[in-house]
C-alpha cells in the first residue's frame, strides 16, 4: 500500500478520539439506562450511533478510493449517515418543542422520531454522479436547518400575537 493509501494521523486521531468518547457515552448510559430513560436519551443515543458510523466510514474509505464501487457504496452510506445526523438534531428540536408545549406522547412519538431520524435520510438518499452530488447533501440538510428555527418563529409570532390585544376605541 502506497503512502497515498493511508489515512492523515490527523484523520485517524480526530475520528478516534471522538468515536471513542461517543462510544464511552453510549456505554455510560447503557449502563444507567433505568435512571435516565426518556426520549432524549433514545435520540442522543441514535445521534451518536450515526456519527460513530460517519467516522468508521471516513476511516474505511480513506484507503478504498481505487476500488470504484466500494467507494460508492462508502460515499452512499456517508451521504445517509450525515444526513441521519441532521435529522437526530432536528428530532431534538422536535422532542424539545413537544416537552415545552406538553404534547408529549411516548409510544407514538418515539416511533416517529425514529421514523424521521433514520427513515428522512433513508427517503432523500440519493446519489447523482452527474454533478448533483453536493445538492444531494446541501439540500436536505439546509431544508433540517431552517425547518426547526422558521417554524419555531412562526409559533412563537402567533403566540405572541395571540396574547396581545389591540384596544379598539369606541366612538361615545
Not at 8 to 17: K, R
Request: some cysteine; proline content about 3%; glycine content about 6%.
Amino acid at each position: 500500500m502506497d503512502k497515498t493509501q493511508l489515512p492523515s494521523v490527523t484523520l485517524i486521531v480526530g475520528c478516534g478520539v471522538s468515536s471513542l468518547t461517543l462510544l464511552l457515552l453510549i456505554i455510560i448510559y447503557v449502563s444507567v439506562w433505568r435512571y435516565i430513560r426518556s426520549e432524549r436519551s433514545v435520540i442522543l443515543i441514535n445521534f451518536c450511533l450515526s456519527i460513530i458510523s460517519s467516522n468508521a466510514l471516513i476511516l474505511i474509505g480513506q484507503t478504498q478510493t481505487r476500488n470504484k464501487v466500494f467507494c460508492t457504496l462508502i460515499a452512499a452510506f456517508l451521504h445517509f449517515f450525515f444526513l441521519s445526523s441532521f435529522c437526530w438534531v432536528l428530532t431534538e428540536a422536535w422532542q424539545s418543542y413537544m416537552a415545552v408545549t406538553g404534547r408529549l406522547r411516548n409510544r407514538i412519538i418515539r416511533k416517529r422520531f425514529l421514523c424521521l431520524g433514520w427513515g428522512g435520510p433513508s427517503v432523500s438518499c440519493w446519489l447523482s454522479l452527474e454533478g448533483g452530488l453536493l445538492y444531494a447533501f446541501v439540500g436536505p440538510a439546509a431544508a433540517v436547518v431552517l425547518v426547526f428555527p422558521l417554524s419555531s418563529t412562526l409559533w412563537f409570532s402567533f403566540k405572541t400575537s395571540a396574547l396581545i390585544q389591540i384596544p379598539t376605541i369606541r366612538p361615545m
